[in-house]
């Protein structure tokens, strides 16, 4: 699913990765190596990287002054994240940013923006995320958002609320993602998922654009099948 509002622009970005809960080797991992391999795309391209999460990983090392570790486990720090990018970017600045945990439905399906995700110690409902995105950051600042996590489709709220920003996700509102599918029914392992997918493809090709990247790997989803 796919969702872009765009026009021309000259500007800095930046690379955001917010990662939830990980309770399992099966969340390390696959949160893991997608977020390093969006990191290693935006190293190629120059960008600075933010990795908000419970814990550091093994390669957030100090090796590179422009990868900065920030840690995140509740709404509040969410908060602290949105300020930090907003002192780092100016208007017309895109941020790339990945939100990637456990996604749960909404109870009813008229509140379809209600889903939720796990960060590391509280849940968090998409559109209250939105609303500290978008108080925080100018709408002169773009987004383009990836949220390959359960339920995710709500979170193209965000694109909706702002100018130039596009979101990719895994599923709508109401199916679990490629992947995590399987842990419904008491297997969780870390084999492929939409998060390894996507960030595999702007890995190799750090120039491809959003849509791109999103249709090729919808080409091969379940869903779509």
Same mark, same amino acid.
């Given at each position: 699913?796919?969702?872009?509002?765009?026009?021309?622009?000259?500007?800095?970005?930046?690379?955001?990765?917010?990662?939830?809960?990980?309770?399992?080797?099966?969340? &390390?991992?696959?949160?893991?190596? @997608? *977020?390093?391999? +969006?990191?290693?795309?935006?190293? =190629?391209?120059?960008?600075? #990287?933010? !990795?908000?999460?419970?814990?550091?990983?093994?390669?957030?090392?100090?090796?590179?002054?422009?990868?900065?570790?920030?840690?995140?486990?509740?709404?509040?720090?969410?908060?602290?994240?949105?300020?930090?990018?907003?002192?780092?970017?100016?208007?017309?600045?895109?941020?790339?940013?990945?939100?990637?945990?456990?996604?749960?439905?909404?109870?009813? &399906?008229?509140?379809?923006?209600? @889903? *939720?995700?796990? +960060?590391?110690?509280?849940?968090? =409902?998409?559109?209250?995320? #939105?609303? !500290?995105?978008?108080?925080?950051?100018?709408?002169?600042?773009?987004?383009?958002?990836?949220?390959?996590?359960?339920?995710?489709?709500?979170?193209?709220?965000?694109?909706?609320?702002?100018?130039?920003?596009?979101?990719?996700?895994?599923?709508?509102?109401?199916?679990?993602?490629?992947?995590?599918?399987?842990?419904?029914?008491?297997?969780?392992?870390?084999?492929?998922?939409?998060?390894?997918?996507?960030?595999?493809?702007?890995?190799?090709?750090?120039?491809?654009?959003?849509?791109?990247?999103?249709?090729?790997?919808?080409?091969?989803?379940?869903?779509?099948?």
């Amino acid at each position: 699913m796919l969702v872009c509002i765009s026009d021309l622009s000259f500007s800095k970005d930046i690379t955001v990765a917010i990662l939830g809960a990980m309770p399992s080797s099966w969340e &390390e991992q696959d949160f893991g190596q @997608t *977020s390093l391999h +969006l990191t290693r795309a935006a190293e =190629k391209r120059g960008e600075e #990287v933010i !990795i908000a999460a419970p814990f550091k990983m093994n390669f957030i090392n100090g090796r590179n002054p422009d990868l900065t570790y920030h840690n995140l486990e509740k709404e509040k720090h969410v908060k602290g994240l949105m300020e930090k990018i907003r002192q780092m970017t100016s208007p017309g600045d895109n941020v790339n940013l990945l939100i990637y945990g456990h996604g749960s439905p909404t109870r009813f &399906e008229s509140k379809y923006n209600s @889903t *939720s995700i796990q +960060l590391g110690d509280e849940r968090i =409902k998409t559109d209250r995320m #939105v609303k !500290i995105i978008n108080k925080a950051l100018p709408k002169s600042i773009s987004i383009k958002t990836i949220a390959p996590y359960c339920f995710s489709g709500s979170i193209h709220l965000l694109s909706h609320s702002r100018n130039n920003s596009c979101s990719v996700a895994a599923s709508d509102y109401r199916t679990p993602s490629q992947g995590e599918s399987s842990c419904f029914f008491g297997s969780c392992e870390a084999v492929r998922s939409y998060g390894m997918d996507i960030a595999q493809l702007i890995y190799n090709n750090p120039q491809i654009s959003l849509a791109d990247a999103h249709e090729l790997v919808s080409e091969k989803d379940f869903l779509n099948k």
